[in-house]
């Protein structure tokens, strides 16, 4: 069956992951540019004085905002490096089923010998027939069951390709479906930080390096923000291909 299988799961195999690479090549430095920006934003509220209640409220937007980017950003990198493991597994977990139906094959074969046999005992043991082993050559028998499961094999491996296949393509779908659900919230979020972040600005007019440093950090912010738009364009591109 390895035999059999092994070209078709590693041409799958090979395609599929430079697929999922090439997915994430954007995805990639996408989030590190996430991690760079949301850092810088994060040393300059340090320097936002928080007597004002109106600005230690902004502050606190922005924290709690730049925690729920973080922690998006940690679970896409998770899902990651889990869809590449996910993928073998699921390869491995195929052939494994083919194993258990060509075992089934291979049962229904051996109980027909049994059975066979076991009449064929009966009639020896009446004296109808004189030696078992003139019907039985294990042989003989070696080559029938060869004949029968590269048949039942080459039948199988065919609707096994197929079927992979299908299952591969709702694979890729759950995999784009997720890294769009997980883009679309980071750029939610950071829409709202960018709106917090220019409220602020308005407060420190008067400190013109500190408003410099919070106009740098939403313009980065921003960029990111927009760079998400083009993931979720990449993606939605991507969803189109699977279908087709």
Aim: no cysteine; proline share 1%.
């Amino acid at each position: 069956i390895e035999e059999v299988t092994g070209p078709i799961i590693e041409n799958l195999n090979k395609d599929f992951t430079q697929g999922l690479e090439w997915l994430w090549e954007d995805g990639n430095e996408f989030l590190d540019q996430v991690d760079e920006y949301i850092n810088q934003t994060a040393s300059v509220l340090n320097l936002v004085d928080s007597l004002s209640d109106e600005k230690s409220k902004l502050v606190k937007q922005i924290q709690g905002n730049m925690v729920m980017v973080n922690g998006i950003v940690t679970n896409m990198r998770g899902n990651k490096e889990g869809s590449f493991q996910d993928l073998s597994g699921f390869l491995e977990g195929k052939v494994d089923e083919l194993k258990k139906e060509t075992e089934i094959e291979k049962d229904i074969f051996y109980d027909y010998i049994y059975k066979l046999l076991e009449q064929q005992v009966k009639l020896q043991e009446e004296d109808e027939i004189e030696d078992i082993s003139e019907y039985f050559n294990p042989y003989k028998l070696g080559e029938q069951f060869s004949v029968i499961m590269e048949k039942t094999l080459q039948g199988r491996v065919l609707t096994f390709q197929d079927g992979i296949i299908r299952d591969l393509e709702n694979f890729s779908a759950d995999v784009v479906g997720g890294m769009q659900k997980s883009t679309l919230k980071l750029r939610n979020i950071l829409q709202d930080i960018v709106e917090a972040l220019e409220r602020l600005q308005n407060d420190y007019r008067e400190n013109n390096l500190l408003q410099r440093r919070l106009y740098e950090a939403a313009e980065n912010t921003r960029e990111v923000e927009e760079k998400s738009a083009d993931i979720l364009v990449t993606l939605a591109w991507q969803d189109i291909l699977v279908e087709k």
